[in-house]
């Protein structure tokens, strides 16, 4: 019996959101699992697997060796600067915080030019990397929640546009209002920065005072983003 690869609810949903046929970027590719799988199931014509380390990239190349999977060139380098823009016309970047995906793409322009299809999924500083795409020439085209190991992580689409978002969807998802996990993403960031509002207000530094009053006008934000899901969701 041939082995299968089995991904993880979070790669599984980036694998579903490549287009068919495309050539395929995967940086941080760590495991190598996700360019691997879609190889395997023909649903890419090329794929460069590219990390930062040498661990992870052998060990992604293990990963293709142990299942067999022909098409990948398996790529040392950091973000995208050994990656050409003419090589993948989908980019995938996961597993890392918001704010180091930013710095990627904010190394290579040519990710904005309209001939690209960026797959995100920001690990952490979710809102970062949305500001980031919104104050640099991306739109985000489509977004989700998926619950993998414990852990709500947002997935985005984007690629060349122009958008404007609030507060609120700056940090609770410019386009989750109707996703199933949108509540509960939504609540646990009310919950941490609740408490980050509590931290501060201790202190007696006025820069402090400053950033809880910034922290009270994200809550504020977020309590009425709950609001407009709620309306939305619920009968």
Not at 32 to 59: F, M, T
Not at 70 to 95: C, K, M, P, Q
Request: net charge neutral; charged share 25%; with cysteine.
């Amino acid at each position: 019996m041939t082995k299968q690869l089995e991904l993880s609810p979070r790669l599984a949903l980036l694998a579903q959101w490549v287009p068919q046929g495309t050539s395929l970027a995967d940086v941080g590719t760590d495991h190598g699992h996700l360019p691997v799988w879609l190889r395997l199931h023909g649903r890419v014509r090329s794929a460069i697997a590219s990390d930062l380390r040498k661990g992870p990239l052998e060990r992604a190349k293990e990963t293709g060796r142990a299942y067999g999977a022909d098409g990948i060139d398996y790529r040392l380098g950091d973000g995208l600067s050994g990656i050409g823009a003419d090589e993948a016309e989908t980019i995938v970047i996961a597993g890392m915080g918001g704010e180091n995906i930013a710095s990627i793409l904010a190394e290579a322009p040519w990710t904005a030019d309209g001939r690209h299809t960026l797959l995100l999924a920001p690990h952490t500083r979710a809102e970062e990397l949305r500001r980031f795409l919104m104050e640099h020439g991306y739109a985000i085209r489509r977004e989700a929640l998926v619950y993998d190991r414990g852990t709500i992580y947002p997935v985005l689409e984007a690629g060349a546009g122009e958008m404007t978002l609030s507060l609120g969807q700056l940090w609770g998802g410019a386009k989750l209002l109707h996703d199933p996990l949108g509540d509960r993403y939504i609540i646990e960031k009310i919950i941490r920065l609740q408490g980050a509002v509590a931290g501060l207000n201790r202190s007696a530094s006025p820069e402090d005072g400053k950033k809880a009053d910034r922290v009270r006008d994200i809550l504020t934000a977020l309590l009425a983003m709950r609001e407009e899901w709620r309306h939305a969701n619920c009968p």
